[in-house]
Structure formats: C-alpha cells, structure tokens
C-alpha cells in the first residue's frame, strides 16, 4: 500500500499520537476507518477487515524524527502538496 502524507497531515498531526499522527491521518483519507501507527507497524481497518503493515525505513524515519519533534514547520500552502511518500507492506502473523 501505497501512503502519501500531505502537509496538512504533517501540521495536523500529533506527535507520540499512534490514532492522530500524519501517517494515521493519510491513511484515513485513503479510506481506512481505524488505524494506528507504531515505531514499526501499523494497524488499519477497512470495512470489516483489519490489516497489519510493516512500516518501511522512511517510515521508520519518519515516526521518529515526528515524534522527537524534528519535522519542519509546514505552512498552509503545502496542505495539498504531497512531501512524503511511503510503502506499507502487508505483514506475516510473526511480525506483528
């Protein structure tokens, strides 16, 4: 799965928020219902299915420099403009 994170998902975004961090939030405007984001995976449901993804190194990256507050200030302007984009993969039973 494919994940692209606008700016407005990076301004609106809450730090250490695994249900309300930018990844969470694009992944609800790609039509997930439910998610929640870990240094590692993330949990999404669509309809009556629930998904396990792995997180790729970006991904990785990103969650934790959002996390210790290192992302740049975004402005308005960039609300639309697509600034990351990352590769979920789905994950085996052991890795989750």
């Not at 730090?15 to 929640?36: N, S, V, Y």
């Not at 420099?65 to 402005?75: L, M």
Request: aromatic share 8%; proline share 3%; hydrophobic share 35%.
């Amino acid at each position: 799965m494919i994940v692209k994170i606008t700016g407005k998902h990076i301004r609106e975004g809450l730090p250490r928020c695994a249900f309300l961090c930018p990844i969470a939030l694009a992944m609800r405007d790609a039509g997930c219902t439910w998610t929640t984001v870990g240094s590692n995976t993330v949990t999404a449901r669509r309809g009556a299915t629930l998904y396990y993804y792995a997180l790729d190194d970006t991904g990785k990256r990103f969650v934790k420099d959002f996390d210790s507050g290192e992302c740049v200030e975004i402005e308005e302007q960039d609300d639309e403009r697509v600034l990351v984009t990352l590769t979920l993969r789905l994950c085996s039973p052991d890795e989750r």
